[in-house]
């Protein structure tokens, strides 16, 4: 597949992708679930576009390092993107997915709750995954797109129109973790560890490194 940037004179070519990728569609509404733990509760019921893949789980440590990730598009249009851990065949081509990380890759803000029925749901194959070569400078900005087929001209009614504006989620620092309360005289100590989006595989170091330029933090309190 061919990836353009329709700058409206003139079609440049960003990327190319070359492997496809499994896809499906959601059966039945996913509301919002935990994100700070395995969400045991929901489950994901999807019909495979292809009949003939087979959605198989993997252990719990395999899906924590990376596999058996999906992105569901939102109603709002956005991609949560979602790990599981269990995959039970129900029928040809629909499955159920459960024991779910929620939110991954910082994608927690924009869960929908819930999800209709109907949204695609892409399986993010490394193989098949190619990241758009987008300068930092432009990560905000509303660019105009056109793909197709590498087999066809540009003006192919196979080619298709897309407008993305850009919100950088992926930049965006990690809530944190393990938030635990420790009452004192006059108050509470809160203490917290800190997640990080890279550098974070040591785990001799006390805390993990700080990718963000300074760091703060918003605590909300309620009664």
């Known amino acids: 597949m061919n990836i353009f940037e329709n700058t409206g004179t003139d079609l440049l070519l960003t990327d190319q992708a070359f492997v496809s990728t499994q ?6 509404p996913l509301p919002a679930g935990p994100w700070e733990i395995i969400d045991e509760g929901n489950i994901i019921q999807i019909d495979m576009n292809d009949p003939n893949f087979q959605v198989l789980g993997d252990t719990e440590d395999n899906v924590r390092n990376g596999a058996n990730a999906i992105a569901i598009r939102t109603d709002a249009g956005d991609w949560e993107v979602i790990k599981f851990v269990v995959s039970d065949l129900q029928s040809g081509r629909r499955y159920n997915l459960r024991r779910l990380f929620r939110g ?3 994608t927690y803000p924009i869960m929908g709750n819930p999800v209709s029925a109907g949204a695609p749901v892409v399986f993010l194959d490394p ?3 190619v990241p758009m070569a987008i300068p ?3 990560k905000f900005e509303t660019i105009d797109w056109r793909y197709g087929p590498n087999v ?3 003006g192919s009614p196979f080619y298709r129109n897309l407008s993305h504006t850009g ?3 992926g930049q965006l620092p990690y809530p944190v973790a393990d938030v635990q309360f420790f009452p004192i005289s006059g108050g509470v100590t809160i203490t917290w560890k800190r997640q990080t989006r890279f550098g974070g595989e040591g785990f001799d170091a006390p805390t993990v490194p700080l990718n963000e330029d300074s760091e703060a933090y918003d605590i909300v309190t309620g009664k």
Not at 23 to 28: A, D, Q, R
């Open 23 to 28: 896809m499906g569609v959601l059966v039945t």
């Open 104 to 106: 991954q890759l910082g």
């Open 127 to 129: 193989l098949s995954l």
């Open 136 to 138: 930092e400078s432009r």
């Open 152 to 154: 066809y001209p540009t």
């Open 167 to 169: 919100k950088a989620v």
